[in-house]
């Protein structure tokens, strides 16, 4: 690897498809959620730049280390946080973006990337020495066991459809036999997707471990400063790349004509616009709810569309 | 102005703090929170912890209990960071100002940026009142002075 | 849980017909309903300085002090309920309360009203008797009821040099005698 190579992965890596494109738009889709927010609840709203301002803020703000808090793995957990998206994203963002330079299993790889948000929640509740953290890191195991098994059996039906687990061939798969979303199974799995997709972003109902009435934020209650930022953007960053990670792989590819593009654009909003009516319609459930939502109900549609795949429904 | 001195400007997220109130600021606290005022407009989020918050919205005449909890969340919310009494308890002591069970106002206490009275105020005026903390708005109270010219004869 | 979701969604099209709500408000004025009470004012012209406001107020904000010939009225408006009694109980009708309510500051001092009235002393023995316009307003008052009364001789006196005048003036103690 020469020195071109190595800073063309620097850039691929930090600015475009990878973190600063990733955030930028994510955050800008943050201040859509919560337009649409306010527009649902007849007020006006944030202004575009709000998400900004509100990193902005945080990164000028002090950091506190609680008391008696592991230090190393309380600093550590946003970082582990921000690289998994980043690097989730990267996988996504190539596959639309450079669609040559994947590899076989990066599907794989992915699902366990963009589960690396959750687990850096869960090491760093867990190490801020708060109650509060404690609780929400022992409920965000239970809900990623949960969500998880979900999400999988979305992936498995695809896996089983396109018969790869490389990204761009399940895309090209897509371009010659029509999208996964038009079929039973491939229906079922995007019901399946879209319930895991609202717990892994940690919106309602499903903000449990958070669950800012009662746990005062949950994993992130001590957390301040630079270290609520680097949570909040990897959170933002998940935003964008699961919805875009649903409709690349259940509506198709997206080609380079401009009819492609704006139809991209309209399934990503239209993806985006279900995940936050929910939220801002539901109340959160209770984890034994949550629980046996995903575990007798939502798996079960998950394996049934998987049974279906198999039969080439 | 320097940009994080603007994003801080813009994103101000308060923690309420009842420091011994009667309710009645907390509800007008909410109030200034509904659909009508709009805060989320300004940047203003109510937060649920301390260490997210940027200001403290002070209610109430600090009891003496609450005094050491309020210095408590007072240090663990992270620099820079505003704090702003509301309501005639916590600006100047409020009817309670010399009981025994109270320490008469928030300045006794903690250094305060800005005060809101009122009992309670209107939620109008606590969205000034943050509003005038952020440099939108100019305040407008001026103190009332007359001295009756001493020279006039009986 | 599909009906729960189906009455949400519903109520979320019913608060979307209300269309936007939110008020204008630090941008523009909104000013509050007819009774409202708002900051005290005072009428330093109609006021003369008796105390029954400090009586009343129930946060006992409102001191009076007196310092050589000057008397201090100052409110510290800080702690002020705005329940109204100052009003209500001042005779002169010199306090009205006002729809601003606007009041945040920086500076408490700001939230204050301070007036300087000039006292009258007792001609014989030097003690207060007074402000300047309670002492105008009795002679008015006695002006009033009985026209041409001559008052110059008792009215800046205080209680007790009133009454060793009085004992000491035969004509006036023949005059009640009769």
Known sequence: MNIIDLSMAVVYTLI???????????????????????????????????????????????????????????????FLSIIGA???????????????????????????????????????????????????????????????????????????KTNSIQFSSILAYQASHGA?????????????????????????????????????????????????????????????????????????????????????????????????????????????????????????????????????? | MKPLEWCFKKSIWVYHVNAGSCNGCDIEILDALTPYYDVERFGIRLVHTPRHADALLVTGPVTRQVRERLVRLYESTPDPKLV??????????????????????LENVLPVNIYIPGCPPRPEAILYGVAQALGLVPGVVAKQEFAESLSAEV | MLKHTISELKE?????????????????????????????????RKCMSCGACANACPARLISIQDNGSIRTLSFNLRRCTFCGLCRD?????????????????????????????????????????????????VKDKLQTCEPGFDDTGYVDLCNSCKRRAFIHNPALLMEVKA
């Open chain 1, 16 to 78: 475009f498809p990878g973190f600063l494109f990733t955030a930028v738009i994510g955050l800008l889709l943050t201040w859509v959620d919560r337009k649409v927010t306010a527009v649902i609840q007849s007020r006006i709203g944030p202004p575009w730049f709000q998400p900004f301002a509100d990193i902005g803020k945080l990164l000028s703000k002090k950091m506190i280390l609680p008391r008696g808090a592991h230090t190393l793995a309380f600093v550590f957990a946003p």
């Open chain 1, 86 to 160: 980043t690097m989730a994203a990267l996988i996504i963002f190539q596959a639309l973006f450079f669609p040559g330079r994947g590899y076989v299993g990066d599907l794989i790889v992915l699902v366990y990337l963009s589960a690396l948000p959750a687990i850096a929640l869960i090491i760093g509740g867990a190490a801020s020495r708060s109650p509060f953290g404690a609780i929400g890191a022992s409920r965000e195991m239970s809900m990623v066991l949960a969500y998880e098994v979900a999400f999988l059996t979305g992936i498995l039906t695809i896996i089983i």
């Open chain 1, 180 to 313: 996964i979303a038009g079929t039973l199974s491939g229906l079922l799995a995007l019901v399946v997707f879209l319930f895991s997709l609202q717990a892994k972003l940690g919106f309602l109902p499903f903000d449990i471990s958070e669950a800012e009435t009662e746990l005062i934020g949950g994993p992130l209650a001590e957390y301040s400063g630079a270290g609520l930022a680097l949570f909040k953007i990897s959170r933002s960053m998940m935003f964008f790349f699961m919805p875009v990670l649903t409709v690349l792989v259940f509506f198709g590819p997206v080609h380079a004509t401009l009819l492609s593009i704006l139809g991209f654009i309209l399934k990503l909003l239209l993806v985006l616009v279900v995940l936050i009516v929910i939220k801002i319609t539901h109340a959160r459930l209770r984890l034994d709810q949550a629980l046996s939502l995903f575990w007798y109900r939502v798996s079960v549609i998950g394996l049934a569309a998987i049974i279906l795949a198999f039969f080439g429904l």
């Open chain 2, 84 to 105: 702003i009494a509301v309501g005639a308890c916590a600006t100047g002591g409020g009817i309670w100002h010399n009981t025994y069970a109270t320490l008469g106002g």
């Open chain 3, 12 to 44: 979320a099209l019913i608060c979307l017909e209300a269309g936007q709500v939110t008020l204008p408000y630090p941008f523009q004025p909104h000013p509050p309903e007819g009774e409202f009470r708002g900051k005290p004012v005072l009428n330093s």
């Open chain 3, 89 to 137: 109980a001042c005779p002169q009708e010199a306090i009205t309360l006002s729809s601003q309510f606007e009041l945040s500051t920086v500076t408490p001092e700001d939230l204050s009203i301070h007036a300087e009235f000039g006292l009258v002393n007792c001609r014989e023995c030097g003690k207060v008797i007074g402000t300047q316009r309670q002492v105008a307003l």
